[in-house]
């Protein structure tokens, strides 16, 4: 049946429907809470009701006081003019930003000047990330090195300067350095409490060019004077979710998430994946109307959101969602033509704390979507774009669907890297109309496979499912030659973790279908062929651990080892949210760990996902390091400290 399905649904699938659907959104400045956002929630309403009924916009607050779980909400923002100019200097001069003419050339969720404006002084301010930064800098225009604006927010504001300009790009290794990609700006925006300041974006050869000029000799005896305009209003608002579901027989639910929210263009990011959700949810309601395909067992909810703060909110408003949720998909950058853009569609897994079967689903029909002949002769199947099926890293909407306590395994389909990620230059053209097409092909299949639940779907699955597994687990058993066992996980232990995750990946298929004698066996059958993978590969490896490791986890864990600690609620946390209400020092210190953990990005998630409140933090720490082959015990003895301080965690009882 997946076939057929999978078959039905490439005959309707359409690449210029899609592609509409991308340049329709791309006309809308998407910033969450704003009135261009909820613009763009309408037109994507209005395409799900030409098709389905049960369409419709949610609308939760955006006044700054309500919290959704841990995450607070922020005010409704929008801005009518952003305007920078500077007399002439060395070449450069007029205006260097025009929020009509270019809306990310304002930091989002800027404060507003005075009507006439604000005409003062432009200073180099370095990094601008402390307040030595800024000599002599009071009621001026800084220009800063750094490329986030979080980063030089706190020292600008205690040095009382009146706005901030921006022109670095994020790095991207091998794809984006120096300072970035010339001719397009960084989009940047404030957040939360970040209210005081005015800022700017240019491009990184004009940032390049007044920053030389104010080292210069000139640039330092007579600093070229600026003149911003920034009309702007923040005000309690609201936040939209767009949101359709294609009924099943039972009440249970499958979900395809994409977010809507980013600067006018984000073609990539991420009107391609919202016309994808369009294309996918389009094709799956028109073939069941019309009987092409039958009804399935489980309804498939599509969901359209503000990144993270719309999952956020649907998931702690809307009663029993949690419940009727069984598995995911988040579709997020899933369109660029990756010739322009040098990305590659990665295939992203769960975290193995909700292991599940969805990437072995997600990597068979992505691979059927994408088919382009064959080899020269004709032995081996090529595929039309570079794609790669990659562990669990986050960053996106399935980082908060896949933790433990929300209990919906999603994983995600992106293209990464983007040498336009996040700039003024992710236009239309840098997006493949076949490339959405097959991508809402795959989607489609994905969640109507899942939602369909035949017996003999799922014995399918289950049999991809197993071998996939088994190569997965020969690569990671295969990766300790050589190792001393990092944290004192050594073979042993990883063969035990290894068994466990490969277990629940097998057991979460029977989700869809409790009842199947057929799946229960073959699901049983698979684990045990696992299990003497496992023992097999597990031979060929010898290591000896260190003996100590275990104290020494301890020891680095200072005040936590032993300790059980457990989440006051659920979801993950966001970082950038919750150093909102911590002091300065917490903020530094959380920076200065970053700068230098190279793998704190995914086990600051990953510290929450393993807590259950039985566990202790040494079992976390090895936990961790079995899952990403690394974990600093001095980092999770830190990041503890910060969740604790922020009342995410608390010591449990008894």
């Known amino acids: 049946m997946v076939t057929d399905s999978f078959n039905r649904i490439a005959l309707e699938a359409s690449a210029e429907r899609a592609y509409d659907h991308l340049v329709s959104i791309c006309r809308f400045h998407r910033i969450q809470a704003s009135p261009g956002y909820r613009a763009a929630s309408d037109y994507c309403v ?14 939760y607050p ?25 007399a002439e200097v060395a070449g450069l001069g007029g205006k260097l930003a025009d929020y009509q003419s270019c809306p990310i050339s304002l930091i989002q969720r800027s404060r507003p000047t005075p009507p006439g404006g604000v005409s003062t002084d432009i200073i180099h301010a370095g990094k601008g990330t402390t307040l030595k930064d800024y000599q002599r800098a009071k009621g001026k225009i800084a220009i800063c090195d ?20 921006l022109y670095r790009h994020r790095p991207i290794p091998e794809l984006r350095t120096g300072v970035g990609v010339t001719g397009v700006r960084q989009y940047n925006s404030f957040w939360w409490k970040e209210r005081e300041l005015f800022g700017f974006v240019l491009k990184p050869e004009d940032g390049q060019q007044l920053v030389s000029y104010l080292q210069s000799a000139d640039g330092r005896k007579k600093p070229p004077k600026a003149w911003a305009l920034v009309d702007s209003e923040s005000y309690p608002g609201s936040l939209e979710v767009v949101t359709s579901l294609i009924p099943g027989k039972e009440p249970k639910e499958i979900l395809i998430v994409a977010h809507l929210c980013h600067p006018k263009p984000s073609a990539g990011d991420n009107a391609s994946g919202v016309a994808v959700a369009l294309e996918a949810h389009r094709v799956i309601a028109d073939l069941v109307e019309k009987g092409n395909l039958p ?3 489980y309804g498939i909810r599509f969901l359209l959101v503000p990144e993270m703060t719309g999952t956020f909110a649907f998931l702690s408003r809307e009663p029993g969602i949690r ?3 069984l598995f995911g998909l988040n579709l997020d950058m899933v369109g660029q033509d990756q010739d322009k853009t040098g990305a590659t569609l990665c295939l992203e897994s769960p975290p193995l704390a909700a292991s599940s079967f969805t990437p072995y689903l997600l990597e068979e029909v992505v691979k059927k979507a994408f088919r382009c002949g064959t080899n020269p002769a004709g032995t081996g199947r090529l595929t039309s774009v570079r794609m790669q099926t990659t562990p669990f890293s986050g960053g996106s909407d399935h980082y908060i669907l896949s933790d433990p306590t929300v209990g919906i395994p999603t994983p995600m389909l992106m293209q990464w890297p983007d040498r336009y990620y996040h700039t003024s230059g992710d236009t239309i053209d840098k997006v ?12 489609a299949t994905y969640a109507y ?23 997965w687990v020969i690569g990671r058993i295969a990766g300790f030659s050589g190792s001393k066992g990092t944290n004192g996980v050594g073979p042993e232990y990883t063969a035990e973790f290894l068994l466990s995750r490969g277990k629940d990946a097998l057991r979460s298929i029977k989700r869809l279908s409790p009842g199947s004698r057929g799946l229960r066996d073959r699901v049983r059958s698979e684990v045990r062929a696992l299990a003497r993978c496992i023992k097999n590969e597990n031979a060929l490896v010898s290591i000896k651990v260190r003996q100590d490791a275990g104290g020494a986890v301890a020891k680095k864990l200072a005040k936590h080892a032993g300790v059980v600690y457990k989440r006051t609620l659920p979801g993950p946390a966001d970082m950038g949210a919750l150093l909102m209400d911590l002091s300065p020092r917490w903020k530094d210190r959380y920076r200065r760990w970053l700068a230098r953990e190279r793998s ?22 090895r936990l961790i390091t079995a899952e990403t082959g690394t974990c600093n015990p001095e980092f999770l003895s830190f990041h503890l400290n910060l969740l604790n301080e922020a009342g995410v965690i608390e010591p449990a009882k008894g």
Not at 46 to 59: F, G, K, T, W, Y
Not at 66 to 86: D, N, T
Not at 600 to 621: A, F, H, N
Request: charged residues 25%; glycine residues 6%; contains cysteine.
């Open 46 to 59: 209005e395409r799900m009701l030409d098709v389905s009924e049960n369409a419709r916009v949610i609308h």
């Open 62 to 86: 955006a006044d700054g006081a309500v919290r959704f779980w841990h995450l607070p909400s922020f005010e409704e923002w929008s801005a009518k003019q952003g305007i920078l100019q500077i």
């Open 146 to 165: 750094s490329h986030c604006p979080r980063d030089v927010y706190d020292a600008a504001v205690k040095a009382g300067v009146s706005g901030i300009i």
């Open 295 to 297: 009804k399935p067992r």
């Open 323 to 325: 419940r009727r949720l």
């Open 432 to 443: 493949s109309p076949d490339v959405m097409r097959r991508a809402a092909i795959a989607a």
């Open 449 to 471: 496979t899942c939602a369909l639940a035949s017996e003999q779907d799922l014995i399918e699955v289950a049999g991809l499912t197993g071998r996939g597994l088994r190569k």
């Open 600 to 621: 704190s990005y995914v086990t600051q998630p990953m510290v929450l996902y393993w807590m259950d409140g039985k566990r202790s933090s040494e079992d976390i720490c």
